[in-house]
């Protein structure tokens, strides 16, 4: 399967880069959009081509039902896409003004030839592997979180190891993809509207509130940048959330699991069961449909809010 | 008595000075023109008049400037921006907030009004006084990046007139407008020198010569000569700026 996957993928590029090099730029570029478009069009009959024999056994039921218990085969993946979209919510709400204000300080407050350094700085923590993130949440953020919430209120948190432990360590991973669009779209207020803004009395923290005004279709992309990337993050959630994909839960101080730390903890193992391999690709096929649906609403927004 | 005083004013972006010692005294409702070939410092001049110099992080300012006697460096920079207003050279309304939002911007971070009915009477009077009302009326809520080059500067113009400023500076006001809307925007400065002080800079001699009182023309970062407008350009008392008002010299 994959393999004629890999060689259908092929075929479009060769005939895009004949269209390129031979026919003329614009239809080779038009293809080559054709086919990124095919890419997720494929992508998405494979997962449903995989998932088949347990979507043909249990019906929609495999996306709408909890539990997962390979002894009887019965699997669903409800209660990975709830913590999927519980430790995104978390990260979001923490990472948006974080980014914020990294952007902010990094353009307006810090002298200008702090700048640089502090932006490449925080670039930087971006390109860390993510596996790093996770051991540093499995000895240090988890405990850390732990007595922190549990000091603010009595036996909340009875594990490191939380739908909240994922959500706080995405936030800190994802800030920066955020941060750094925000950065650009700040960067590019023109120096006559910024000379507009103080002109008319603006102190330098109104001005920041009005430039973000200026360019909050840049904060918007970093949103759904760094939404999907929470969503897709796989190896240090894996670590940290706990790894829980029996019992459905909506509390956040629990464990739980997410749909790409499910398909990373229970691939090793998945192929000993007749079902659990479908069931593992029911659940990419979902995150695939909820990102694709997120970008759909994101490109609505965008377009709509254009001057 | 001056409402302006330069003293000593001296301005240089990182290594190269732009401003090289300048002495000026500004009267009082009055129109003064800056003239001056393109890089004489006549926009610096007017940037350090309301500080806006302290956006440019390399320029170094040394020298006194006084407002009504009153040094303005000592001064809260608000409060000095409040007083100061400016037009610039390219209209720069805030392109996505709306055409009364722009007016009403600078009035409600100062609080200048109290209430709703106040702001709004203050933003219909400012762009009445620009000339604009009748044109937009009806589009309020329009973001002012949809006006034409035109009525994006009027709407500068009601933007800093809804201060009620004391001193107006006017950084080549018409140097993108057209003839018609040039004329509009010299009889309104003609109109409002009557309420204040207006510095208006222009390479352009012959608007020197039609609206100002007071006239200074500026070399390389210097005051060549500066006087009543009638004696710069009748009888000049340097070889330079006869050249200059005479278009001899770009």
Request: hydrophobic residues 50%; aromatic residues 10%; glycine residues 8%.
């Amino acid at each position: 399967m994959l393999g004629f996957l890999l060689v259908v993928l092929l075929i479009p590029y060769l005939i895009a880069a004949y269209g390129l090099l031979f026919v003329k730029l614009r239809w080779g570029l038009r293809l080559f959009g054709a086919f990124i478009v095919a890419t997720i069009g494929l992508l998405t009959v494979m997962f449903l081509v995989e998932a088949y024999p347990i979507i043909a056994r249990d019906g929609v039921a495999v996306f709408l039902q909890t539990g997962w218990d390979p002894v009887r085969e019965s699997y669903g993946v409800l209660q990975a896409l709830t913590g999927t979209v519980l430790t995104s919510a978390v990260a979001m709400a923490l990472a948006m003004p974080m980014a914020l204000g990294v952007a902010v300080t990094i353009n307006e407050i810090l002298p200008a030839r702090w700048r640089g350094v502090f932006g490449s700085l925080v670039d930087l923590t971006a390109t860390m592997p993510t596996v790093i993130y996770g051991l540093w949440g499995l000895f240090v953020l988890g405990p850390t979180l732990q007595s922190l919430v549990n000091t603010l209120a009595r036996d909340t948190m009875t594990s490191p190891y939380t739908l909240f432990t994922a959500g706080v360590l995405l936030a800190i991973m994802i800030t920066p993809y955020a941060a750094a669009v925000i950065r650009e779209g700040y960067a590019l207020v023109p120096k006559p509207v910024e000379e507009a803004i103080y002109a008319v009395g603006a102190t330098r923290f109104e001005a920041a509130l009005i430039k973000l005004r200026y360019v909050r279709n840049y904060i918007l992309g970093g949103f759904f940048l760094a939404l999907g990337r929470a969503m897709g993050e796989t190896v240090a959630v894996a670590m940290v959330v706990g790894g829980n994909f029996v019992r459905f839960t909506t509390n956040i101080f629990e464990s739980g699991i997410t749909i790409s730390s499910l398909i990373a903890l229970q691939f090793p193992n998945a192929a000993s069961y007749q079902y659990m391999v479908p069931a593992l690709f029911a659940g990419a096929l979902l995150l695939t449909l909820f990102g694709l649906a997120i970008n759909a609403v994101a490109i609505y927004i965008i377009q709509r809010g254009q001057i | 008595m001056a409402k302006v005083e330069f003293k000593n004013l001296r301005v240089s972006f990182g290594a190269s000075p732009v401003i090289t010692g300048v002495n000026l005294s500004i009267p009082d409702r009055s129109i003064t023109a800056l003239m001056g070939p393109s890089g004489s410092g006549k926009s610096t001049i007017l940037r350090v008049l309301n500080r806006l110099i302290e956006l440019y992080p390399e320029a170094r300012v040394s020298g006194e400037v006084y407002l009504d006697g009153q040094n303005i460096f000592d001064m809260n920079v608000l409060e000095l921006r409040r007083k100061v207003q400016m037009i610039f050279q390219i209209p720069n309304p805030i392109p996505n907030l709306s055409i009364f939002e722009n007016v009403a911007l600078g009035l409600k971070l100062n609080r200048l009004v109290r209430g709703r009915g106040e702001l709004f009477e203050r933003v219909k009077s400012a762009l009445e006084k620009a000339q604009l009302w009748d044109e937009v009326r009806n589009r309020l809520d329009m973001p002012a990046g949809k006006l034409s080059g035109g009525q994006q500067q009027r709407l500068c113009v009601a933007r800093a007139l809804a201060f009620e400023p004391e001193v107006l500076l006017a950084d080549e006001p018409t140097a993108n407008l057209d003839p018609e809307n040039t004329a509009k925007v010299e009889a309104l400065f003609l109109e409002l020198k009557k309420e204040m002080t207006i510095v208006l800079v222009t390479h352009y001699p012959p608007q020197a010569a039609r609206i100002s009182d007071y006239a200074a023309f500026l070399y390389k970062g210097q005051i060549v000569e500066w006087g009543p407008t009638k004696d710069i350009f009748t009888k000049p008392g340097h070889e330079l700026t006869e050249k200059y008002v005479t278009g001899r010299l770009y």
